[in-house]
């Protein structure tokens, strides 16, 4: 056997015996345990290693920055990712470890190796950590020789011989390990801080802070990460809105409640509850509601032709509200069909065309009279309405003034291209029209049509409308309109507040800045 072998044995029998007592050495340690995401971080003082069980015992132990409840607890060998020695009883300042750390053997021990210490495979198996880093200071590195152990079990030669070589400088085994020679220092390995004292005097005070060497400096970055994991934000801000409310008090920094955020046409003082339903009548078979959530219910035929009777009785008399639904009708028309984008001077070339299809009755007066202000807010207006011996007194009212515009009257329609088409064809009562044909004709022809169709005033039954309409707009307050009605929308026609009352109505207005604004179905 010669000397390489003899040494390689001798070595081997060092680490067994060393093994051995390595588990009763760490007895009283402060360790930082890894866990992985799902246990987390966990630190107190070693209570007990088990190397059959592969377990280890901690005492008050920490989990994640937070005392546990219970007084110890137990980890194996598996559940650890990362195991760090923080601190060594009865060392001091050279007790704290890093990753790694000398024993007082001089056999470097692991400080991060869980499984080094229990099952002797001598792997080194370093994984990411979260937990919080002690990073030595550069005033307590000068008294401590780092070293960093090898990479694998299997040492080569020259690291034997140079591990040799310090066991047999060190008395017993129980001198630290800092006789290397530069010629035989492993490459990882940091060289040892130099003294604080140069040539018997202490040095100035710019060798203290820019004198130690670039090769010092620690090769381990600050776990931020890892840190930062352990803070816990929500605990901590409801600690101090804890003892806020207990002293009354506010610190700085701390969240408060979100101030409300007002519109720019809101009122920031406080005001009574809003009361969304302001309307209420007897009977309602139907609700809508506005774009600012206020309940409009709808009323029946009887009950509407009833409080149309008492406006007319106090003043508002037909004509008036054939003007006041024309002017209605017509700025909706004109918001439909584009508003100042179409209808303006440098688009005179583009005139947008309108339809009306009126009846004999007075719902075609008021087409008539919505035609009529359309013609005068340059809309090129083509009025159908039938040829009939005698007519109605508003009917002719209204044709006589509309005469005086530029919109043309017909009999029959035709296949002239339209943007929209105005409907005041059904009515109420007088069911006998809609079997004449020019009604049929009309209706066949807006039905074809690709342009939308608006109607005034239409009847509650589906059946009672021949044309499919997109919009509906009601007077005053509206009806229980079906789904062939479309859009529904409601007019102002200037019923005032007191005529609603006469007839068993509490009402006041939805309309706001408003003359027409639309209802939504609830």
């Not at 750390?101 to 400080?111: A, E, K, T, V, Y």
């Not at 401590?144 to 017993?172: F, N, T």
């Not at 005179?348 to 807010?377: D, E, F, Y």
Request: glycine content about 8%; proline content about 6%; overall charge neutral.
């Amino acid at each position: 056997m010669n000397i390489f072998s003899l040494l390689f044995h001798l070595y081997h029998l060092h680490f067994a015996v060393i093994k051995e007592t390595m588990a009763t050495d760490w007895l009283g340690s402060i360790v930082s345990i890894n866990c992985g995401e799902s246990l987390g971080v966990y630190q107190g003082k070693v209570s007990a290693v088990d190397q059959v069980s592969q377990t280890i015992s901690l005492t008050r132990p920490f989990h994640n920055g937070v005392k546990c409840l219970v007084p110890e607890v137990t980890f194996r060998a598996g559940d650890i990712t990362e195991l760090k020695i923080l601190e060594i009883p009865g060392s001091g300042d050279n007790g704290q470890c890093g990753d790694f750390q000398h024993n007082d053997l001089g056999i470097p021990s692991f400080g991060c190796q869980g499984d080094t210490s229990q099952n002797g495979t001598g792997k080194l198996l370093k994984k990411p950590s979260s937990a919080p880093q002690n990073i030595p200071r550069r005033t307590d590195m000068k008294s401590q020789d780092v070293a960093i152990s090898p990479q694998q079990h299997q040492c080569s030669k020259s690291y034997m011989d140079r591990h040799m070589e310090s066991l047999s400088q060190s008395k017993g085994f129980r001198r630290r390990h800092n006789s290397w020679s530069s010629s035989s220092r492993h490459p990882n390995q940091v060289t040892p801080k130099k003294s604080g004292v140069k040539n018997g005097q202490m040095k100035n005070k710019d060798d203290e802070c820019f004198g130690d060497d670039i090769e010092e400096i620690p090769d381990t970055d600050f776990d931020f990460e890892g840190n930062l994991a352990l803070f816990d934000k929500a605990a901590v801000f409801e600690e101090i809105e804890t003892y806020e409310r207990k002293s009354g008090t506010r610190s700085r920094g701390t969240p408060n409640e979100r101030s409300a955020r007002y519109r720019h046409d809101e009122n920031i003082l406080e005001s009574e509850p809003i009361v969304y339903r302001r309307i209420t009548v007897p009977q309602a078979s139907k609700e809508f509601c506005t774009d600012s959530g206020l309940v409009v219910p709808s009323i029946s035929y009887e009950f509407h032709k009833k409080l149309l009777s008492v406006a007319e009785k106090h003043g508002l008399t037909l004509e008036r509200r054939l003007e006041m639904t024309g002017v209605c009708a017509s700025q909706m028309a004109l918001s439909l069909l584009g508003g100042p984008n179409r209808l303006n001077p440098k688009n005179i070339h583009q005139r947008p065309t309108v339809a009306l299809l009126c009846g004999p009755h007075v719902k075609g007066a008021q087409g008539i009279s919505c035609g009529r202000h359309l013609s005068n807010h340059d809309v090129h207006v083509i009025l159908f309405l039938p040829n009939f011996v005698k007519m109605l007194e508003s009917i002719t009212n209204e044709l006589t003034l509309f005469s005086k515009t530029q919109g043309q009257q017909v009999s029959s329609v035709k296949d002239t291209p339209v943007d929209l088409v105005i409907n005041c064809l059904d009515c109420h009562e007088n069911a006998f029209l809609r079997d004449q044909p020019w009604y049929k004709a009309a209706v066949d022809w807006a039905n074809q049509n690709r342009a939308p169709v608006l109607s005034l005033d239409p009847p509650v039954s589906d059946t009672e409308q021949g044309i499919d309409a997109k919009w509906s707009l009601a007077l005053g307050l509206p009806l229980a309109l079906g789904d062939r009605a479309g859009r529904v929308y409601l007019c102002d026609i200037g019923i005032p507040q007191k005529v609603f009352q006469e007839v068993g109505i509490n009402y006041h207005s939805p309309f706001g800045c408003k003359f027409v604004i639309p209802l939504h179905s609830t």
